[in-house]
């Protein structure tokens, strides 16, 4: 319930602090005075869209709150549970600013939020029913939507949609399989090829780096040999660095029998002379080693000439490759299963119609429930507006467009709209076709409540519902509005005395210039003051005895028969 809304800086309202209670809250007012703005405030801070239009001309910032009760509220008091947002005392602030460069906060108990989490917390609070929200009741495509809340299946019709999505998806995958027929065996045989061709090479991943080096000594032999032999001879050569190294070292032997200090260069000359001396037979090895090969170097350069070829098709070196080898069979074993995987997904397809058409079916059962019973609850709505006769009825239709065949939907199997009649002997026609502004405006009311009742919102907000409307019907929509506030919060504006006179809560929205600025402003009526407000809506003469005791009577009769 709505206890408290304050207004700063919206629109035409400079500063305006309203305090509402349970039961029939009823706002009038001259035309113009602020009594939509002051739904739009309310709207403001449930998370309605809002530019900076709405900032009092010469403010910087506009900021709306309400206090409202959720004692009681499973779904409010389930959706702040979630969030981790306690109520205080069983009530809730909400607030919500728009400063004048465009940027904007909300908080809910000065935890911050987004615009959609308000939207979502107020469809646990309140349900503003206003002359654009009569329109939305006109479009086809809204009805589903408003009968399936009534039924209370708009889960069901979510699980339904998953199933129907994933459906597509399948059917989709199936169409792509059958259509790249041509594509998949082209891709079998690329594969296949790829696969065989580097089996068939018998790839080591290192084994180019080795071929790479016998190449290039068997291509460079002749220099090689060369090298080697001449290095082998001025190594053996009798006038050679050995031989010469061996007379020194047998000098140096006749030094160090002479000297002990020369022990350790004699040492050493030792060493270099059997160094030399192993190197000397080392290269002899070698030399005697090597050998001219045509045939292998042809070999070689074949081998390498052939791992470069597969590195320029499938990588960039041969580890590359054999990664490309690896994933190319995977996929030719994917693609080798692919009858199989065919008639796997054939499988699921059909599971998922099934279950998608069994699904449908009895959304249509509870759908042509749930229908049956907002007829009957419009009709009896309907009735008490002065419409004795109104028939109002729920077409609800298979889509069968394809010889008969039912198809289905993202949302089902069913074409469903809202037809009326308003007098006894009229045929059924579109809601939307009602010519008569005076009969869809209580056709809109009945429909309204009749989905709001069955909604349970704890606060319903009705924004001047009796425009075209007056006499007896009036006296029906007013004792209709008093019955629905018997169990919830009602908040409505009116311009009907017959209407006012029930309230519960009596608000008159007035505005008035203060200094130099036109300003918005808010009073509770009560005794003499109300009177003469019902009093000015009779008759707009608010101080004439005859107004002023037609006023008196009229709250004298319908204040005592109030939500009966």
Not at 44 to 67: C, N, P, Q, W, Y
Not at 142 to 161: C, K, N, P, Q, S
Not at 528 to 541: P, Q
Request: glycine fraction near 8%; hydrophobic fraction near 45%.
């Amino acid at each position: 319930m709505l206890e408290e809304l304050s207004i700063r800086d919206f629109a035409i309202i400079d500063r305006l602090s309203v305090r509402f209670e349970s039961g029939l809250n009823l706002l009038s007012g001259e035309t113009g005075a602020g009594k939509s703005i002051l739904i739009g405030a309310l709207g403001f801070i449930l998370g309605a869209k809002a530019d900076t239009g709405i900032i009092r001309s010469g403010a910087e910032e506009t900021l709306v709150t309400g206090v409202v009760s959720v004692a009681g509220n499973t779904d409010a008091l389930s959706w702040l549970g979630e969030r981790g947002i306690e109520a205080e005392d069983g009530t809730v602030i909400i607030r919500r600013g728009l400063k004048a460069n465009g940027r904007g906060a909300a908080y809910i108990q000065n935890v911050p939020v987004v615009r959609q989490d308000l939207q979502d917390f107020a469809a646990t609070l309140v349900e503003v029913h206003g002359q654009r929200d009569g329109h939305a009741l006109l479009k086809k495509d809204r009805h589903r939507a408003l009968v399936d809340r009534f039924a209370g299946i708009e889960a069901d019709v979510a699980a339904y949609g998953i199933v129907y999505v994933e459906l597509g998806a399948r059917r989709k995958a199936l169409e792509m399989m059958a259509s790249s027929e041509a594509e998949r065996i082209r891709e079998k045989e690329l594969l296949r090829f790829a696969v065989e061709e580097i089996d068939a090479a018998s790839i080591r991943v290192d084994e180019e780096s080795e071929l790479a080096e016998e190449e290039r000594r068997l291509s460079q032999h002749e220099k090689l040999f060369t090298s080697v032999t001449q290095a082998r001879e001025l190594l053996s050569d009798p006038e050679g660095v050995i031989a010469r190294l061996r007379k020194a070292r047998t000098q140096l032997e006749v030094a160090g029998s002479i000297d002990t200090r020369l022990a350790d260069t004699s040492r050493r000359m030792d060493d270099a002379y059997y160094e030399l001396e192993d190197l000397g037979e080392s290269l002899a090895s070698y030399g005697d080693l090597l050998a001219f090969n045509p045939a292998r170097l042809e070999e070689i350069e074949s081998r390498l000439a052939l791992l470069q070829k597969l590195k320029r098709k499938y990588g960039e070196d041969l580890a590359a490759v054999m990664a490309h080898r690896t994933e190319a069979a995977e996929r030719l074993a994917s693609l080798e299963n692919w009858e199989e995987d065919r008639a796997g997904l054939e499988q699921q397809v059909v599971a998922l119609e099934m279950d998608a058409f069994t699904k449908a079916e009895i959304l249509t059962g509870k759908r042509k429930e749930a229908g049956t019973r907002l007829e009957a609850a419009v009709r009896s709505i309907i009735a008490t507006l002065g419409m004795p006769h109104a028939r109002f009825v729920i077409r609800i239709e298979r889509v069968t467009p394809s010889g008969g065949k039912v198809v289905i939907g993202p949302t089902g199997a069913d074409d469903l709209e809202f037809f009326v009649s308003a007098n006894k002997g009229e045929p059924l026609r579109a809601l939307a076709d009602v010519a008569s502004g005076g009969e869809l405006s209580r056709f809109m009311l009945a429909l309204k409540t009749a989905l709001a009742e069955d909604a349970g919102a704890p606060t319903m907000v009705f924004d001047e519902v009796d425009t075209g409307i007056g006499g007896e019907v009036a006296l029906g929509v007013g004792l209709h509005l008093a019955s629905l506030a018997a169990s919830r919060q009602v908040l409505c504006i009116t311009h009907l005395a017959s209407i006012a006179a029930r309230a519960d809560n009596h608000f008159m929205v007035e505005k008035r210039v203060e200094g130099e600025r036109t300003v918005t402003r808010i009073v509770r009526l009560e005794g003499d003051d109300r009177v003469r407000e019902i009093a000015r809506m009779l008759s707009g003469d608010p101080g004439s005895r005859p107004s002023l005791d037609h006023a008196a009577d009229l709250l004298a009769k319908l204040g005592s028969s109030r939500g009966t």
